[in-house]
């Protein structure tokens, strides 16, 4: 199974404020659920309140230190590990890490891939993606958007795997 972490960051790191995104783009939420249909979702429990919701189509994977009872499509774990763990038991071929800080930080020795997309301003935030050293990743395709009505911000979209 591929762990992949998937994140959108401005050129400061911020990736969000007030348990929000600090910015709309239509093209990067139309592409993290192309990404993501279908697959299991691994978050921390501050990122799916902000969710507000299980995402269709997805099996959402929760990091708390109080899990909730399991309902349908949404399993509160203790642990990463525990989470990946069903991941793999139940079939998955590429589990995407999707927040918040804290999990990101822990997770980023754990995966394999990394889709990235830089939002091209430096954005006021109160969470941020850790620093990423670039030298263990080689970048495998990139794409450039402009800013529209759609999109708030000039933004890239990088998929980087492990070197």
């Known amino acids: 199974m591929r762990i992949s972490l998937i994140v959108a960051k401005s050129e400061n790191n911020a990736i969000g404020l007030d348990n ?10 139309q592409n993290f659920k192309k990404l993501t249909m279908g697959h299991h979702i691994l978050m921390g429990r501050k990122t799916f309140e902000s969710i507000g ?13 109080e899990p909730r009872p399991n309902q349908e499509s949404v399993f509160w774990f203790n642990s990463i590990f525990r989470a990946i763990k069903q991941a793999e038991r139940n ?36 969470v941020y993606f850790p620093q990423l050293s670039l ?21 890239s979209f990088q998929i980087l795997d492990r070197k």
């Open 91 to 126: 079939g998955e071929t590429e589990l995407f890490i999707i927040g918040g800080e804290k999990i990101y930080k822990y997770a980023l020795s754990l995966i394999d891939r990394i889709y990235l997309t830089e939002v091209k301003a430096d954005i006021k935030g109160d």
């Open 20 to 29: 929000k995104l600090p910015w709309h783009l239509k093209d990067d939420l």
């Open 53 to 65: 919701k299980a995402l269709p189509g997805r099996m959402s994977l929760v990091i708390s230190s």
């Open 135 to 155: 030298k263990n990743w080689k970048i495998v395709s990139e794409q450039n958007f402009s800013k529209n009505v759609d999109n708030d911000f000039d933004f």
